[in-house]
T-cell receptor, first 116, second 110 residues
Framework: DAGVIQSPRHEVTEMGQEVTLRCKPISGHNSLFWYRQTMMRGLELLIYFNNNVPIDDSGMPEDRFSAKMPNASFSTLKIQPSEPRDSAVYFC??????????????FGPGTRLTVL | EDKVVQSPLSLVVHEGDTVTLNCSYE??????LLWYKQEKKAPTFLFML????IEKKSGRLSSILDKKELFSILNITATQTGDSAVYLCAPRGSQGNLIFGKGTKLSVKP
């Protein structure tokens, strides 16, 4: 199994540019999670999807952030326009949730974003 | 508001020492609690705890949950330099989302 795949692995961009992060969850998983990690704030949940539907986006910082999951095997996290304070490592994770039973979350390698 | 507090924030020990990492939580509709180890890359899964008082073990690592007192501990015996990492505690709420603590940074010196 390839695990969770994220791209790009690193991105450096200038303030004001649009940034799109991509994630392919583990095949068969029905839930997908986007996290952001910084030294100051630790690991934060931004949004998560269940069966391609956003369930909780209360962690999304502001309107500049948006996430989509057009199908079970692909999700994007977009920042437009980007700002230096968005610099962080963005993780995608997937899991299988069946009723009250949930499997562990498996994390992708992360995308390190630097906004200059 | 859901809350997770890990302690200590940082810990330095020598190889061979035993360490105990603490995690207390307040989570609405608690389902389970997960422990992760994070070195330089993404977190890797260690344990998932759902029942009070039942110890989970994996080699030198073990963990236990107390749902009455709302805490969990992670023990590492006979520590090795490869145990150096940030250990994250993450209780799970009713909708499946994980709420992460700030982590405990463990440094094991030779």
């Amino acid at each position: 199994d390839a695990g969770v795949i994220q791209s790009p692995r690193h991105e450096v961009t200038e303030m004001g540019q649009e940034v799109t992060l991509r994630c392919k969850p583990i095949s068969g998983h029905n839930s997908l999670f986007w996290y952001r990690q910084t030294m100051m704030r630790g690991l934060e949940l931004l949004i998560y999807f269940n069966n391609n539907v956003p369930i909780d986006d209360s962690g999304m910082p502001e309107d500049r952030f948006s996430a989509k999951m057009p199908n079970a095997s692909f999700s994007t996290l977009k920042i437009q326009p980007s700002e230096p304070r968005d610099s962080a490592v963005y993780f995608c994770a997937s899991s299988l949730i069946k009723g009250k039973s949930t499997d562990t979350q498996y994390f992708g390698p992360g995308t390190r974003l630097t906004v200059l | 508001e859901d809350k997770v507090v890990q302690s200590p924030l940082s810990l330095v020990v020598h190889e061979g020492d035993t360490v105990t990492l603490n995690c207390s939580y307040e989570v609405t509709n608690f389902r389970s609690l997960l422990w992760y180890k994070q070195e330089k890359k993404a977190p890797t899964f260690l344990f998932m705890l759902t029942s009070s008082g039942i110890e989970k073990k994996s080699g030198r690592l073990s963990s236990i949950l107390d749902k009455k007192e709302l805490f969990s501990i992670l023990n590492i015996t006979a520590t090795q330099t490869g145990d150096s990492a940030v250990y994250l505690c993450a209780p799970r709420g009713s909708q499946g989302n994980l709420i992460f603590g700030k982590g405990t940074k463990l440094s094991v010196k030779p």
